[in-house]
């Protein structure tokens, strides 16, 4: 999937944003960027329309745990941070404290870089 073009005015709104739901509004917003981009350039009014497509606050029950294997949400935060820097690697990788090299490694095998075992 293409990573769409970010305008000036969609990144000035996206740092201004508060981001009270974090990781996981993050997550809900960029799906509905992804899915409504139509291969134009994302402003400012995208970004607000994403936001208001998803719920924001804290879960109702913040007992609530998301079940997945690390490996995937390393990758799912990798791409939001690469999303972020408007597709910027090195800027992206800075984010992150990691060299570009690996920020490529990671995209290609995120599971590699967990030190935790992986079951079988």
Known sequence: MPVPKLTQTFLDAARQHTWPGNLGEMRAIVEHLLL???DLPLDAEAFAAAVDSV????PADRRAVRLIRIDQLIQEHVRAVLLACNGNKL???EVLGIS???LYRMLDNPAAFTQLPMAG
């Open 55 to 58: 719920p924001s606050g804290p």
């Open 36 to 38: 409504h981009a139509n």
């Open 100 to 102: 570009r090299s690996t």
């Open 91 to 93: 800027r992206a990788a």
